[in-house]
């Protein structure tokens, strides 16, 4: 497997001086080609921030992103973004059709190639009858459906989602998961999305990566063992998934003790004094597990003076980055 | 089926009732008044028909006076019209994307434009003689306004989230202004080209009236010195005529060219922004 894309040491201040406001820092992650990483964070923790940055919308103030070895430095041309707020991105005075296509024209491809690639396109997200609308025709799930279409129409090598769901009823929201996940698969294409919904990043990631609050770092990294293959109703209940989506939401939440039964994470010895993950299991009823915060053994207080010097430590395959 | 045509008849007989109204109403006073200056709508129409209608099938049953007044003059008016949404809609576009070159501008575009062009007849009469070339300099200087500054507002009001979308696919620099900042704008220009065409018409008259040898203005002018204030009456009833024809006439285009917009009984989905 190639690494599709390199994020290093990157961080972004928004302003200088007394309103300068860090939103993430040094912030480290790879996507390996074929790959579906899903990025969670708490709102306004700095998610779309840093897919601004990969997309080369704004430059980072730190750090390098490297997209198939080559750092970014400006827009890549071999990249495609799908933004949640699918009604303004859209061009409401294009057809459907058009709105897939208008990318192509500034790539210089033929109006026959166009018109081909994006009823394909549309055929991919199940909109091959809707070419001829105008987007306001069209209901909210629909919508974002055109804007996957648009940004698969330009085969990019890597697809960046910024809470592509978010803005959509429920039961949609399931439809359009399904839809990602069948048409990456029959793509094989690359995708990372960004997402604060954590049952959403366990249902869709072969892999997640949990952002911290602000000023954003990657505080772990989950691999998904879940089936290729995924349904909303046997994915959701396994127990698989919910033992991952209660470690990703202790992740995120932190200091705050969480319990939740968890079969088959089974206990581990606190071992060091460092371990930033303690989970004191087995010794509790109904097989509870405790997580305390990240402890910082300079200042004590939990998580607070994290910034600089990160360790990772593997432990079961899941990824602990934390500060020391 | 049937109920849509009805509509649109009954619509139609509702504002045309008013004016029929207004005129008989007219018809009336003049006939009980029976002012000289004041001729009767029947009047009027009679010297309509006297004035620019002859039995000459070569002309198109047309007088002179058309090719020689009415079809001059509409050109400058026109003509005028085209340049002011040429210039207002490039520079209007340029000026509402580039925060730098507004900033600049704004001072002097405020400036001239509290300058009331009927002032800059004498200016342009010195600098381009009497003619057509003063007379649509006259227009493009009145009407330019309401073109640029709607085209200032509409390549505005582009969203950050089309901005972004644009430059994430990497969109071509005159394909963004075609396909994104123009559209986007349009509605906003066509409410400022129907201000400007308006304005172009009481220019083309204005500038005819304090100095021309023919065209509509020369001939109310002409028609007042005379006393024929029948002629007059229908040269000005021809420029109500024309302003309500060519107003339509964009109105059309306008419908045309805003196909896209959602129709106002059809609520648009929008999404929650945010996240
Ligand atoms: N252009 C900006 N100027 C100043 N602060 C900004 C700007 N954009 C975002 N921020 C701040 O940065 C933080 C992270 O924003 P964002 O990346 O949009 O978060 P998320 O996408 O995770 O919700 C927020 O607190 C937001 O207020
Ligand atoms: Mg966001």
Not at chain 1, 91 to 110: A, H, I
Not at chain 1, 204 to 223: F, H, I, M, N, Q
Request: with cysteine; glycine share 8%; aromatic share 8%.
């Amino acid at each position: 497997m190639t690494t599709m894309l390199e994020v290093s040491d990157l961080g972004h201040t928004y302003g200088s001086g007394d309103t300068a406001y860090t939103a993430i820092s040094d912030l480290s992650f790879t996507v390996e080609t074929g790959e579906l990483t899903c990025i969670v964070g708490p709102s306004g923790c700095g998610k779309s921030t840093l897919l601004r940055a990969i997309a080369g919308l704004h430059t980072p103030t730190g750090g390098t992103v490297r997209l198939k070895g080559e750092t970014v430095a400006g827009v890549p041309e071999d990249l495609a973004v799908v933004f949640q707020d699918y009604s303004r991105s859209l061009f409401p005075w294009l057809t459907v059709r058009d709105n897939v296509e208008f990318p192509l024209r500034s790539r210089g491809v033929s109006a026959d190639d166009r018109a081909s690639r994006a009823a394909e396109a549309l055929e991919w997200v199940g909109l091959g009858k809707a070419g001829k609308k105008y987007p306001w025709q069209l209901s909210g799930g629909m919508q974002q459906r055109v804007s996957i279409a648009r940004a698969l129409a330009c085969r990019p090598s890597l697809l960046l989602m910024d809470e592509p769901f978010a803005s959509v009823d429920a039961q949609t929201r399931f439809e359009l998961e399904d839809l990602l996940l069948r048409v990456r698969r029959e793509l094989n294409a690359t995708v990372l999305l960004v997402t604060h919904d954590i049952d959403e990043s366990v249902y869709l990631g072969d892999r997640v990566l949990v952002l911290s609050k602000p000023p954003a770092t990657v505080v772990a990294e989950l691999p998904v063992d879940l089936p290729p293959v995924r349904d909303q109703i046997t994915t959701r209940e396994s127990d698989a998934f919910v033992s991952l989506r209660s470690e990703v939401a202790r992740l995120l939440h932190g200091k705050e003790p969480a319990t939740r039964s968890a079969p088959q994470v089974t206990s581990e010895a606190a071992g060091t004094g460092d371990q930033g993950v303690h989970v004191a299991d087995g010794g509790t009823p109904k097989g509870q597990r405790t997580v305390t915060a990240p402890k910082n053994r300079r200042n004590g207080a939990g998580g607070k003076g994290r910034k600089k010097h990160m360790k990772t430590k593997k432990k079961r395959g899941v990824t602990v980055q934390r500060p020391r | 089926m049937s109920e849509q045509p009805r509509r649109r008849a009954l619509g139609f007989l509702e504002r045309w009732l008013v004016f029929a109204g207004a005129v008989v109403v007219w018809e009336i006073v003049t006939r009980i008044s029976d002012s000289v200056f004041f001729p009767p709508p029947s009047k009027i129409v009679q010297f309509c028909a006297e004035l620019w209608f002859v039995a000459e099938p070569t002309q198109l049953f047309l007088a002179d006076t058309v090719y020689e007044d009415i079809l001059p003059s509409l050109a400058r008016a026109l003509g005028g019209w085209l340049i002011t949404a040429v210039v207002g809609i490039s520079l209007g576009l340029a000026l509402g994307r580039s925060r730098i070159a507004y900033e600049y501008l704004n001072p002097l575009v405020t400036f001239l434009r509290s300058v009331p062009p009927p002032a800059l007849i004498p200016v342009f009469m010195v600098a381009f003689g009497i003619g057509a070339q003063m007379q649509i300099a006259t227009i493009v200087f009145g009407a330019l306004w309401p073109v640029l500054l709607n085209s200032v507002d509409g390549a505005r009001s582009v969203d950050r989230v089309k901005t972004d979308t644009a430059r994430s696919f990497r969109i071509s620099r005159t394909e963004w202004i075609r396909m994104v900042v123009f559209p986007a704008a349009l509605p906003k220009i066509f409410a400022g080209l129907r201000t400007s065409l308006a304005i172009s018409l009481i220019l083309m008259v204005m500038s005819e009236l304090v100095s021309s040898n023919h065209g509509i203005g020369y001939r109310i002018q002409l028609s007042q010195n005379t006393f024929s204030f029948d002629t007059m009456w229908a040269w000005l009833v021809l420029l109500g005529a024309l302003g309500y024809l060519l107003n339509n006439a964009l109105l059309a285009l306008e419908r045309r060219m805003l196909g896209w917009q959602p129709k106002r009984e059809a609520a648009p989905a929008t999404a929650k922004a945010g996240g």
